[in-house]
């Protein structure tokens, strides 16, 4: 093992050295380049129309001013500028002043679009970096990066204002690590969007896949930037939003229609604080959603079909204030509430009314930043986030559950949770645009999350049945209850660095290169050393034709889940007994031990990061004016992935345990693989003046070995069957997002998901090699052989914008507010959407489906905003 470890870090180092040299060898054969630059763009209306005369003023920071005009058709030029960071000032009588920060000479520079609004207040001038406009730039949006503003994201249907359901179905499964995707959110990690939905401003996923700066590769990654307020006007709104059962269908599973009643407040208010050098925005969010689960059972009386009454509350606030004591540094600090409660959660499917829980969580997150420009080279910026999150779930139960499994569960449910968990992190992060054509940022970032972790779940037990028939004989497999302190707290510490170096060595190529370095405290795995490539080249005469490609390793961390449990379930702290064919419906009657071995759960000392390999090539061609499409080949190779064991499993053939002082012992282990292809077409821009479509379609492979951390194999001693399809394995996939604009203030909005079955696994639904577990297949049976139904749904936003004039006699000017009237529809075709097959050949709905999703509804909203 160590002769192993020691063989990659050598393979890491000598590709840090390779790249090191690489480096050297590009700076110095694009010495030779010419280090002037030309800047160049189009300035429009916001219409499209082109404004000639305009001037246009380009301020270097430590140079002369240049001034030129807008030519007939709008457009203009600069040639001979420095590389360095400067500043494009835009002005014309009637139209509002626009500055725009940009990075002369970094890369060749693809032409800009200014865009004037009609003056109605005094101009808001704000300097603030923007991402790279060049087409050449490997950080720049590429031709598959999904990228939403406000206007375009609030164009669209969006199910429960839960924007993450809108783009998730864009995220590559085997670019995602063990948590999931990861969301940033203005540079905080998470795993969801906490903030209003009136507070996201601009959204990407899949931007610089292959950046040093980030953990996950682009494709598992979303990146949010909430709004911020101007420092000109004042800008508000207020939004409102309603749903019921007098215009939605039957569930498919449902035998009456199920209640139905949801709704949403959103205010939103944003502007200048005396000084003009400091700006706030506010937004809050009210939404109440009580609606019916479908319980879609079989008893012993016959099948069993109920709505069972839940609601839903979630509250979240956001606020965030920014000041501008100069040109050259930007303070800003951010505070999010995020607040859930549930009743009756987890009703529904197999389960019945009575395994319905009460639920709660809050978040609060808090962040400071600081950026910093200085010469004309360096950009400085730091962050520190905190996050305060607290949730609890269930309550004590004082009978034992019933499970039949994939029949019915009866009973009160066993979960009994509470957690909080406080979360530091500081980061670093310094660009420097260099004069011969380099890009370098470099930065670093450590983090801590302490956790407080009760779980005192099924204190009172459960009886688990093989079948209905078992049931009706009163013979259980297995009785299962938890004994002990239910509280464990631990700490966990994480650190990183990076560097990256983005070259122009000609006009149409850029090399970058990267390495970053992740650590966590919780391993003994220290080498991880991850370096990055990419490219992007024109060829020349053919700028419209764009190859890009890279390459990169990407740790990944050990979940916060496998250390809490490795805590509470050591076999000491907390014990899982299991009785096997107890008797019914008292476990312990006849004289029972009620002392047999206890179960645990570890983490395996010798466990290691899981890294993900990734690597890819594509090509991205502009057809015609405003319209890209792209087609990439993606490879993705996970390594040491997570996965459980039971290494206490029965010896076959003996019936005995390697430990007798133990059940079972469940170990986390770093064994698992994943081998991945994809092939990508991507297709944004506009058709006419009228529609504006993103879409994707993909068509992969994906296999591994492991369906999650807590995931045990049928055969604790034979892994091979456990190679199969990926659980989200879908062949195909095709999404559209798209924003069809009509005269009179109307548009239409269309989200479309189509996508090929996922697998399913088969088992027999008997526990036939005494591990106590109930996952053993058929013979020769392997994992994921069952796929199931194809998915797709058509939601579909229509939307009136009534414009609203006031004329401001004192002040000499009109006022333009907006009402939006917004009709949406869910699930279109009403299309029955199945969630998961059931593949216990035991169950009664084995090879069929007992949830679906959501059936056809109809929300109605209105939006007024406001300009002062």
């Known amino acids: 093992m160590s002769s192993r470890r020691f063989s990659g870090l050598d393979a890491r180092c000598s590709i840090a050295f390779a790249i090191c040299a690489l480096t050297l060898a590009a700076a110095r054969a694009e010495s030779s380049l010419q280090r002037e630059m030309s800047v160049s763009g189009v300035v429009v209306d916001e219409s499209g129309g082109v404004i000639p005369g305009a001037t246009i003023t380009l301020l270097p920071r430590d140079g002369a001013a240049s001034t030129t005009h807008s030519n ?10 420095a590389p360095g960071t400067c500043v494009l000032k835009v002005e014309i009588s009637g139209f509002e002043t626009v500055e725009r920060t940009i990075a002369a000479g970094q890369l060749p520079p ?4 200014i865009t004037l609004r009609v003056r109605g207040l005094e101009a808001d001038v704000t300097v603030e970096a923007e991402e ?10 590429n031709g598959a990066t999904l990228r939403m503003d406000d206007e375009f994201r609030r164009a669209l249907p969006i199910v429960a204002d839960d924007f993450l359901g809108v783009v998730q179905n864009f995220f590559y499964p085997g670019a995602q690590g063990s948590q999931g995707s990861s969301i940033l959110v203005d540079g905080v990690q998470g795993d969801q969007i906490d903030v209003p939905s009136s507070a996201i401003g601009t959204v990407r996923l899949n931007r610089n896949p292959y950046s040093a700066l980030y953990q996950r590769p682009g494709q598992g990654r ?13 800008d508000g709104a207020f939004e409102m939003a309603a749903r019921n059962s007098l215009f939605a269908a039957r569930n498919a599973f449902a035998a009456a229609s199920q209640d139905l009643n949801r709704r949403l407040l959103q205010p939103t208010i944003g502007g200048p604080f005396p000084g003009r050098n400091s700006s706030f925005y506010f937004t809050g969010q009210r939404f109440v959603h009580d609606e019916s689960a479908v319980v879609n059972a079989e008893t012993l009386t016959g099948p069993t079909v109920a709505n069972v009454p839940t609601s839903h509350d979630h509250s979240s606030v956001f606020a965030r204030i920014q000041a501008w004591p100069n040109v050259l540094n930007t303070f800003t600090a951010t505070y999010g509430f995020s607040g859930h409660a549930y009743a ?17 969580k809050q978040k609060h997150t808090l962040t400071l930043s600081h950026r910093m420009l200085r010469a004309s080279n360096w950009q400085n910026d730091v962050l520190f986030g905190f996050i305060d999150q607290g949730d609890h779930a269930g309550s004590a139960a004082i009978v034992p559950a019933v499970d039949v499994n994939d029949a019915f569960s009866s009973g009160p449910s066993p979960t009994f949770t509470r957690a909080n968990r406080r979360s530091f992190s500081l980061e670093n992060t310094a660009r420097y645009l260099g004069r011969s054509g380099h890009a370098l940022a470099f930065g670093g970032r450590v983090r801590t999350d302490h956790v407080d972790a009760f779980d005192a779940s099924n204190f009172a037990g459960t009886f688990e049945f093989a079948d209905l028939n078992a049931f009706a004989a009163r013979t259980p497999l297995f009785f299962r209850i938890n004994r002990g302190d239910p509280n464990a707290a631990f700490s966990v510490s994480g650190a990183n660095a990076y560097v990256q170096d983005e070259i122009r060595v000609r006009p149409q190529l850029t090399l970058t290169f990267g390495l970053r370095y992740d650590w966590q405290s919780t391993t003994n795995d220290k080498n991880n050393f991850a370096p990055r490539f990419a ?11 764009i190859f890009r490609g890279g390459a990169g390793v990407f740790y990944d961390d050990l979940t916060r889940s496998a250390i809490e449990k490795s805590r509470l379930f050591d076999g000491v702290r907390l014990r899982e007994v299991v009785i096997a064919g107890p008797s019914f419906p008292d476990p312990f009657a006849g004289g029972a031990d009620v002392s047999p071995a206890p179960s645990a759960v570890r983490v395996a000392p010798d466990i290691q990061s899981p890294y993900p390999t990734q690597a ?8 015609s004016h405003r319209n890209t499409v792209s087609a990439e080949y993606a490879w993705f190779h996970g390594t040491h992935l997570f996965r459980s064991r039971n290494i206490n499993a029965p010896f076959p053939g003996t019936g005995i345990r390697p430990d007798p002082d133990f059940l079972n012992i469940n170990q986390v282990e770093s064994s698992g693989f994943l081998r991945s292809q994809a092939f990508t077409v991507t297709w944004r821009g506009r058709v006419g003046r009228r529609f504006q479509p993103f879409a994707q379609y993909v068509l992969s492979k994906t296999t591994d070995n492991t369906s999650g951390t807590f995931w045990i194999p049928a055969n604790n001693y034979d892994w091979r069957p456990e190679t199969g399809p990926s659980d989200e394995d879908a062949r195909h996939r095709f999404n559209m997002m798209g924003v069809i604009t009509l005269p009179r203030g109307v548009q239409t909005g269309l989200v479309l998901s189509i996508s090929s079955g996922l697998p399913y696994d088969i088992i027999t639904g008997l526990d036939d090699n005494n591990d106590t577990v109930v996952n053993d297949r058929p013979a020769g049976g392997t994992r994921n052989t069952g796929r199931g139904p194809a998915v797709a749904q058509l939601d579909l936003r229509f939307s009136k914008t009534i414009a609203v004039v006031r004329v401001d006699e004192g002040a000499q000017r009109q006022r333009r507010n907006n009402v939006d009237l917004i009709v949406d529809v869910f699930n279109a075709l009403n299309r029955t959407n199945v969630k998961g097959i059931v593949g216990d050949m035991s169950s009664p709905f084995f090879g069929r489906a007992n949830v679906a999703a959501m059936a056809r509804t109809v929300q109605f909203s209105a939006r007024y905003t406001f300009r002062r």
């Open 132 to 141: 790279p406009a060049d087409a050449f730039s490997t950080s720049a949006s």
């Open 222 to 234: 979303l990146e949010v930037t909430t709004k911020r307020g101007r420092r000109s006007r004042v």
């Open 72 to 81: 007939h058709d709008g457009s203009f030029s600069f040639e001979g500028v």
């Open 616 to 623: 890819g090539f594509g090509v991205e061609r502009e057809i």
């Open 535 to 545: 490219f992007a080249f024109a060829p020349e005469h053919h700028k419209r034709t």
């Open 110 to 113: 693809a032409p800009l679009t």
């Open 344 to 360: 009756n959660r987890d009703a529904g499917g197999f389960n019945l009314a009575e395994r319905g829980i009460a639920a709660e």
